[in-house]
Each structure stands twice: as structure tokens, then as C-alpha cells.
């Protein structure tokens, strides 16, 4: 089986900080890191292989540094690692990043398709339903669990609001991964000495099949309209009282707000 | 020069500070209060390669450096001093040694199952009346038929009680001093030798401890470790690169202490303002940061040289001296700035002012690195 996963480097916006004065992020200091759902998605190719054999391709596209995920999964236990970058690619929101990676895709064998989710850093859990109607092939978001039967047949629990969905796909398809969906490996000490002696292969628009007018800046429609940070919530108002007036308390809050009648 | 990591390494730091952090922090007060050595983490550290650092790929290590080592044993030392010693006593005292001076076939049979964590190492040199003083071994290796017959005992082991395997010293000339002192290869199991009484420490308390016992050992020929009588000179070769995994585990446990005050001395308010806004506060964080980065510095380069086959005794020596005390010195304070929450066992630093002791003792008390130094300077 031949299984690809695309990955994303992200500021850890666990990390990041709002500028009291200017109420602009400060990103100094703040490290860079592989996407968490992505990184469960790659996990979870990593467990079939282990469990199945399969060949594993992770893909990025990013600027020069986003090299540094694709050693990561190097020393996860990936078998080939692209980084697609090219100054064309620049300024992509999710529509003209995921005409990259299909024309990327078209270019690579696989049976399997997974992203993450969505990326901590815009949230819009765009880019892998939309790499799959590009390819035209089906797609499972929202993944919680895989398995593979070994032949073609995948059965896949999908988490949706108010319950799972089972479902069985045929390959090839895409499925977008929840980071719930398991805890992500250590990098190997091994694989980390001979992340560096392998190969990344580099690739820019000439590698890819895709049409110039759909990448970068001329291929996003999404314009921002303002950015601002949200105020801080005012500090709540404290109640020391026993259990039946609190309850009252909150009742009487609930009423004042039109949340109960 | 540089003193920049290298991709690589910084991968590498990346990787042993999230483990650190998830697997081995979460344990670490519970290990100490029950004096419990930490199995699992064992496993876990085993499954990803930390058990073999820089032991060659051929030998089923993860062909690292020693920088990466003394880096593994810093970042889980800044958490759980014990568990930095579980790997410093496994790695530099029994599977080094093995790698250095052991036969093609001893490399075959112990290095894989070394490296790959499947068994734990451990290193006999210390006895009731011979500490310091190396050379006044009790313990006697005679010569009979194919084997050696081992009598004595040792004291202070590392790991002792869940090793598989032990490198010890033993005399096989009394007569001869340093020079009658030979270096076997023992396996737990081996007739006649036991495992003796377990210590109760001040601190690393998680690490097992105790005496290794031999009574008519039978140890098979082909079990010795180097040639005859050159066991002095393996002893202190071990102790030399085991002083880089030391210095690593001092450096890491005041590392551990600054990053904890830190965060204390923020949340922590007097007189109306958090104690990191007085100007005690701030010189005092001022000094244990500065010792603490000369400590790594030294580490670090007493690793590089090492890695780079430069002579590196007097290197590990220094760093092994100074991170020590600086260690000492870094959780008194820390200790100090915590006040009286400092004193107890709600916060680490009071665990990791007594877990900083010991590095100032084993593999080399700091009087012994002071000879090593100074010995160095007046040749």
C-alpha cells in the first residue's frame, strides 16, 4: 500500500503571545512545529505500515524551513519526503495551497490520501476536502480510527457532532485525521542521526501539473478585512455562598441574560 | 568556532525535551518518594533509542554522538535527576567499555541487547574499603581451568538490582597493586553471584543501589574485559567518559531548578509585587544561569572532544567538578527562593537540592577531579 500524508509546519500557538500594548502576536521565540493533526495523521500511517507494510510519502509545501518537519518525519520512520516550494506558491490562502499540493498529487501514485484536519494556525480545515475534489476522489473527513482489510477496503470511524459514523471507503480516497485519534510517536535517536542523510526531494512549479493562474496570491480569493485582537474578558464576580443560593445565583444570571425564561 | 547546535542535534533536543517533559517529569516526585525505579520509563526510553545513543549502528545503537548523549542525560536530569543516572550508568559505565576494549565476539553478544535497552548495564568498582582509593581492591579473581573464581563484593552500584549485565573489577595479582587488577564481563544469573543489600539515599532515590556479592563466582575465561591485569587503566577510562553522563546530569538538575524558580518567583507575591520584581531575586537568578551555561559549555565540550578522539580526562574532569558544585550551589538557592514551600515536598527543588548532592561524590569525588586537574597542570 502506498500512503501519502501532507503535513504543515505551524507556529505552537500554545506558545504565542498577545502584545498588551499593540494587540499584535509576538512571534519571537515562538517555535515552530508540525501541525498536530497532521502529525496524528502521519501517525497513523506509520501504524500501518507497521501493521501492513506500506510505503510512506509526506508532502509540505512552505518556505525553506518547513524542511525541518520533513526530518522530523524522517526520523519518525517515513520512506520519501517532498517539500514543495517555489516563490509562485507564495501568498496561497487554502484554495490556491491545495491546487499546489493536487498538482503535486497528480504526480504520485497512492492509495491512500491523509491530511490532518486543520492547522492550528488558521483553523479552516479546508485544504484536504479540498485537495480531494480537485482529484476527484472520495473523501472522509473528521477521522477518529482506520483500518485496512490488506486488499483495497478501508473501514473508517468518523466522528461527527452528536455521534460516530462507521463507514467503508475503496481506495484510493482522502480522509482528514483528528489529533484525538492517537497519540503521535517519538522521533527514533536512530532515525534522528540519518534524518539528515536522506534525501528531501525539492519540488517547484516545474514538478507539478497544475495551472499558474490557481497558485499563490492571483489564485486566492480570500482577502483579510481586518485583523484585531479580541478584549479580555472582564474578571467574573465571585460568590462565596452555599449550594442552594448558588444555584439560585445562577438561575436569576441565566433569567437577566434571556437564557432561560 | 562554533557553538551552535547542529541540525541534527537540535532535532535531537527537540525530540528529549518533549520526552522528558511527557514520559519522565510526570514520574519523577513519585519515584523519589517510593524509591521506585521507573520500569516503565526504561521501556519507553528503550523503544525509541535513548538506551543506545552512542553506540554504532552495527551494534544495534543509534550511532549517535556523545554531545547527543550528554544531552539526553542533561534534558532528563532537569526533570528526574534518577532517571538521568539510570541511563549515565548504563551507557558509560558497562556498554562504552564494552565497546572500547571488549573482544569482536563480547561486542556481538552484549552491545545489541545493550543498545536496544533489552537489558540494562551496570558497573562494579567501588567496595567497603576501596573508594577513592581504586586500588585497594578486596575482590579476587583466580585463575581455574577456563574460568575465573571471583570472591568479594562490591559496593554502590547503579542499577544493580535490574542489570542483566555488569562490568566489575577484580584483583587477579595482589601482589601487584593497580597493575593485578582485571575487568570481567558478568551476567546476572552467573553461579555465585547475588545481588547484596539496596541503600537508602538522600537522593537519585529511584535509582537502585546496592552491593553486588560473589561468593566462588564462576566467571568463564572468555568473559574478561581487556587483557590481563589492565583493568586499572578500563576503570579509569570508564570513569572518565562516565564523568561526561555525570557533569550532563549535574548540569541538568540545576537547569531543572532554574526552570522551576523561574516560574515560582513570577507567581509568587511579597509585599504586594511577585519576588522576580526584587532585586535579590533577580541577581540570585542572574548567578545560577551564568554557572549554569559555563557548566554546559564545559559538557558540551568535553563531549565534542571526546567525539572527535581528542584526549578529553581533564576535559570531563572540569566539567564533572564544576557542574557539580554549580549544581549544589543553584538548588540551594533555588531552595532559598522558594522559601519555605522550597523545604518541602510540594515543589521539586526541594528533591532536586538532594538529588545535586551525589554529583559532587560518585565517579570521582570533586577532590578526585581537583587531582585529575591539577595533576594535569604540574606534570
Redesign the interface.
Known amino acids: 500500500m502506498k500512503i501519502v500524508v501532507c503535513i504543515k509546519q505551524v507556529p505552537d500557538t500554545t506558545e504565542i503571545k498577545i502584545d498588551p500594548v499593540t494587540g499584535t502576536l509576538i512571534r519571537d521565540g515562538v517555535p515552530s512545529i508540525m501541525n498536530p493533526d497532521d502529525k496524528s495523521g502521519l501517525e497513523m500511517a506509520l501504524q500501518l505500515k507497521d501493521e501492513k507494510g506500506a510505503h510512506v510519502t509526506v508532502i509540505t509545501m512552505g518556505p525553506p524551513q518547513a524542511d ?1 518537519i520533513l ?2 518525519a524522517y ?1 519518525m520512520g517515513v520512506d520519501r519526503a517532498i517539500h514543495l516550494t517555489d516563490r509562485k506558491f507564495a501568498g496561497a490562502d487554502t484554495l490556491a495551497t491545495s491546487h499546489a499540493l493536487a498538482g503535486a498529487l497528480r504526480k504520485i501514485d497512492f492509495d491512500l490520501l491523509i491530511t490532518g484536519r486543520q492547522a492550528i494556525d488558521g483553523d479552516t480545515a479546508q485544504v484536504g476536502p479540498q485537495i480531494a475534489e480537485h482529484l476527484d476522489l472520495p473523501q472522509v473527513s473528521y477521522l477518529e480510527d482506520l483500518k485496512f482489510d490488506g486488499d483495497k477496503t478501508f473501514t473508517m470511524k468518523r466522528h461527527i457532532e452528536d455521534g460516530y459514523q462507521m463507514l467503508e471507503v475503496e481506495a484510493p480516497c482522502v480522509v482528514t485525521v483528528l489529533s484525538s485519534a492517537n497519540t503521535p ?12 542523510q536522506k534525501e528531501v526531494e525539492v519540488w517547484g512549479f516545474n514538478e507539478i501539473e497544475v495551472d499558474e493562474k490557481d497558485l499563490g496570491l492571483k489564485g486566492s480569493p480570500t482577502s483579510v478585512h481586518k485583523a484585531f485582537a479580541r478584549g479580555l474578558k472582564p474578571a467574573g464576580e465571585l460568590y462565596e455562598v452555599g449550594t442552594d443560593e448558588a444555584v439560585g445565583i445562577i438561575i436569576k444570571k441565566l433569567k437577566e441574560k434571556f437564557i432561560l425564561n | 568556532m562554533n557553538f551552535s547546535l547542529t541540525k541534527e542535534q537540535e532535532l535531537f533536543q527537540q525530540m528529549i525535551k518533549d520526552f522528558a517533559e511527557n514520559e519522565v517529569k510526570p514520574l519523577a516526585a513519585e519515584v523519589d518518594d517510593l524509591e521506585r525505579f521507573p520500569v516503565e520509563t526504561v521501556e519507553k526510553m528503550a523503544k525509541i533509542g535513548i538506551m543506545g545513543i552512542p553506540i554504532p549502528k552495527q551494534y544495534g545503537g543509534a550511532g549517535g554522538t556523545n554531545v547527543m548523549y550528554s544531552m539526553a542525560v542533561e534534558e532528563l536530569s532537569a526533570v528526574c535527576a534518577t532517571t538521568g543516572v539510570i541511563v549515565s550508568a548504563h551507557t558509560s559505565l558497562c556498554a562504552a567499555p564494552i565497546l572500547e576494549y571488549g573482544t569482536e565476539a563480547q561486542k556481538q553478544k552484549y552491545l545489541p541487547k545493550l543498545a536496544s535497552g533489552e537489558w540494562i548495564g551496570a558497573f562494579g568498582l567501588t567496595e567497603p574499603n576501596a573508594g577513592t582509593d581504586a586500588a585497594g581492591q578486596q575482590t579476587t579473581a583466580v585463575e581455574d581451568g577456563d574460568n575465573y573464581i571471583i570472591n568479594g563484593s562490591k559496593i554502590f552500584i547503579t542499577n544493580a538490582e535490574f542489570a542483566h549485565v555488569y562490568v566489575i573489577l577484580a584483583m587477579t595479582d595482589k601482589s601487584q597493586g593497580t597493575r593485578g587488577i582485571t575487568a570481567f564481563i558478568i551476567e546476572k544469573g552467573t553461579p555465585g553471584f547475588s545481588i547484596g543489600k539496596k541503600e537508602k539515599k538522600m537522593g537519585i532515590r529511584g535509582s537502585a543501589t546496592c552491593e553486588l556479592v560473589f561468593e566462588n563466582c564462576i566467571v568463564p575465561k572468555e568473559n574478561m574485559l581487556g587483557k590481563l591485569s589492565k583493568g586499572f587503566g578500563i576503570a579509569m577510562k570508564t570513569l572518565d567518559g562516565g564523568r561526561i553522563g555525570i557533569a550532563a546530569q549535574a548540569l541538568g538538575i540545576a537547569q531543572g531548578a532554574i526552570d522551576e524558580t523561574v516560574k515560582y518567583v513570577k507567581e509568587r507575591k511579597q509585599f504586594g509585587r511577585p519576588i522576580s520584581a526584587f532585586q535579590n531575586t533577580q541577581f540570585q537568578l542572574a548567578d545560577m544561569n551564568t554557572k549554569t551555561e559555563a557548566s554546559r559549555m564545559l559538557v558540551r565540550k568535553a563531549a565534542y572532544k571526546k567525539d572527535a578522539k581528542l584526549p578529553y580526562s581533564v576535559d570531563a574532569a572540569m566539567a564533572k567538578l564544576y557542574a557539580a558544585e554549580t549544581a549544589m550551589e543553584v538548588t540551594n538557592k533555588a531552595v532559598q527562593l522558594h522559601g519555605g514551600y522550597g523545604y518541602t515536598r510540594e515543589y521539586p527543588v526541594e528533591r532536586m537540592m538532594r538529588d545535586a548532592k551525589i554529583t559532587e561524590i560518585y565517579e570521582g569525588t570533586s577532590e578526585v577531579q581537583r587531582m585529575v586537574i591539577s595533576a594535569n597542570m604540574l606534570k
Do not use: T
Not at chain 1, 510517536?185 to 539528515?196: E, F, K, S
Open positions: 525541518l526530518r522530523e526520523a510517536r517519538y522521533m527514533n535517536v536512530g532515525g534522528i542521526v540519518d534524518a539528515y
